[in-house]
């Protein structure tokens, strides 16, 4: 099994550099399909972290259908002679959330939080004002540290009853720090979702348009709704335009 990056990157989350280093075993065929993976405990120490990171990790890898669990253990999935793809790789073809691919291989820092949106968005997500929804909060770093990239995004009611993978973040359940909620866009079509995606691109009015130390920002306002008009997912993102292209490719 491949080894975990360094621990000189403590900005990425332990438990995707497990999964990477799961992930790279399983696509280069190191763990053939339908072969078992090594337990937990095996797992855990190998790679020298808790077994709740070595969950972590094993559930992010059945997200993306590259492995499975029942009673007997978590075995990599058998390749499928049908028409749909086995897994859902990132690649950099693949919308992902909420940056688009080079923000999601980038260092990053991430929560959840359950809380009431802003109260204009409220309507457009199915909410009573003040009812609390699941809130992603996501910044993109540079090298040194510095943020480059800022997303906050606002989920509603639809979304939140029809994506499994997001239901299982309800209020004092699982809202980790680091989630990583890349395969959002994947979890859509999986529940059946036909989706619409749109982006509004603008300049922040006076002062607020540059930032401390002058470069210009840019901000992006996107609503990503079903095929019934309703609105799943609501997110303004902040960026450096010195520091960081916006370069965002999206087919439904």
Avoid: K
């Avoid at 199915?126 to 800022?150: D, F, K, N, S």
């Amino acid at each position: 099994m491949a080894e975990p990056a360094s621990e000189s990157v403590p900005e990425v989350p332990l438990y995707l550099r497990v999964a990477a280093a799961l992930r790279e075993d399983l696509t280069q065929r190191r763990i053939s399909p339908g072969s078992r993976l090594p337990s937990e405990r095996t797992l855990s120490q190998r790679c020298r972290v808790n077994r709740q990171t070595v969950r972590s990790a094993l559930q992010l890898l059945r997200d993306e259908r590259l492995v499975v669990t029942d009673r007997r253990g978590t075995f990599a999935a058998a390749e499928e002679a049908g028409p749909e793809p086995a897994a859902p790789a990132l690649t950099a073809r693949r919308p992902t959330f909420p940056g688009g691919p080079q923000a999601a291989e980038a260092l990053v820092r991430a929560s959840l939080t359950w809380e009431p949106p802003p109260t204009p968005l409220a309507p457009r997500l199915l909410l009573t004002p003040g009812e609390p929804t699941l809130v992603h909060r996501h910044t993109v770093l540079g090298p040194h540290g510095a943020a480059l990239q800022r997303a906050v995004s606002w989920f509603s009611r639809p979304a939140l009853a029809e994506i499994p993978q997001l239901s299982r973040y309800r209020r004092g359940r699982d809202c980790r720090q680091q989630p990583d909620l890349r395969l959002l866009y994947h979890w859509m079509h999986q529940a059946g979702l036909r989706i619409t995606h749109r982006e509004s691109v603008g300049v922040p009015p006076g002062a607020a348009a540059t930032t401390a130390g002058g470069a210009a920002r840019l901000v992006v306002h996107r609503v990503v709704s079903d095929q019934h008009g309703h609105a799943l997912e609501i997110t303004d993102i902040d960026f450096s335009a010195q520091s960081a292209a916006w370069t965002y490719e999206f087919s439904a």
